[in-house]
């Protein structure tokens, strides 16, 4: 590096002569400057100027050849060594079309994770699931969908088979309530999570209903001279809790058909007809009673049976009991003693 201080002179010219050539020297104090002239002017040094070098004016990077000649040029693909990182700050975002081919990228039609999307040949691609908020109408293979609007199928279609508790088709404000098929050829209709009806591969029908109910006479009850309802005190099926045992009247949960058995037996010291009715709101169904007889010559060793079944139309809330009429003085007897009663039909 050549360094002249041209503050220690006034402005003066140093010129020599090198064996072959000619190469003046200058020194300029004013402009802080050193010029090499051979012969004309060929480099010059200056604080605000930098360095000039007469015949390269071309803007770029600097080149040298193997005979150390200097040339310049805009940066050329040779000018990049090949082992040379580029790193991302120093790249701006490539916004023309086509500047960048699916080649270079990791782009594929096939439903490859993580991977940018590339249509293929026929404009497809593969996909697992895909998330979209849809506008428009769907055209191509999508329409043979069925349509949630309401649509017409041609086909057969299979839905998974369910479970009681969480049947395959169900409702709006009643995902519990539908049809399931868990056990193969088998139908379920169910409610609130419950298996209610079930139709199996024969065509045969069960149901399951909490309309229903069996009650007994658990101790004797004395019936003296008049009508007394039965009270059977204790219950063996009643799901619904419809039946009081205290007073031994059974509340209907539902308008419909219900099945109607009773049984009673009772013993006596007198002799005469009993008689056995269902009555409904207070009043005694026609058709819906027996009559029984304790003859004098059974006084001593028999009892009476009194049975009475029927099929019996019941509004909901209906109150419905048994009463036995006696001119004596009787006593029912107890396990003997008792009622079925089961919702059939609306």
């Known amino acids: 590096m050549l360094q002249v ?58 080149h040298t050849d193997g005979s150390g000649n ?40 096939a439903n490859t994770a993580s991977a940018i999307v590339a249509r293929d040949s026929s404009g497809n691609f593969s996909a697992g699931t895909i998330t979209a ?32 508790a969480a049947p395959t088709i169900n409702f709006t404000g009643s995902t519990t309530t539908g049809l399931s098929a868990q056990v193969a050829n088998v139908l379920l209709l169910s409610t609130a999570g419950t298996g209610r009806l079930t139709i199996d591969a024969n065509g045969n029908t069960t149901y399951s209903t909490n309309y229903k109910a069996h009650a007994y006479r658990s101790s004797t009850q004395a019936i003296n001279t008049t009508t007394a309802t039965i009270a059977f005190n204790a219950t063996v099926i009643d799901p619904n809790s419809n039946f009081n045992t205290t007073t031994g009247v059974y509340t209907a949960p539902m308008t419909g058909n219900y099945l109607v058995t009773a049984d009673v037996t009772a013993t006596s010291t007198t002799a005469g ?27 001593a ?46």
Request: aromatic share 6%; charged share 10%.
């Open 301 to 346: 060793t028999a009892s009476l049976a009194l049975h009475v079944s029927g099929l019996i139309a019941l509004t909901a809330n209906d109150l419905l009991r048994v009463d036995y009429t006696t001119g004596a003085s009787d006593t029912v007897q107890p396990n003997t003693t008792h009622i079925t009663i089961h919702f059939m039909s609306t």
């Open 273 to 299: 007809d009993r008689t056995l009715a269902v009555v409904k709101n207070g009043t005694a169904v026609t058709g819906y009673s027996t009559t029984g007889n304790i003859s004098p010559a059974l006084l």
């Open 70 to 109: 200097l040339s310049t040029s805009t940066v050329v693909n040779a000018d990049v060594d090949p082992a040379a990182g580029i790193v991302d700050s120093k790249l701006a975002t490539i916004s023309t079309s086509g500047k960048v081919n699916n080649s270079a990228t990791t782009a594929t039609n």
């Open 133 to 164: 908020n849809l506008t428009g109408n769907v055209t191509g293979s999508a329409s043979l969908n069925v349509l949630k609007a309401g649509d017409t199928m041609t086909g057969a279609l299979t839905i998974p088979a369910g479970t009681a």
């Open 5 to 62: 201080n041209t503050k220690l002179w006034k402005i003066f010219f140093v010129s020599f002569c090198v064996i072959q050539s000619c190469c003046f020297i200058a020194a300029n104090k004013r402009h802080d400057k050193i010029s090499f002239l051979y012969p004309l002017y060929r480099l010059q040094l200056g604080g605000t100027v930098g360095v000039t070098i007469a015949g390269i004016s071309t803007a770029g990077v600097m």
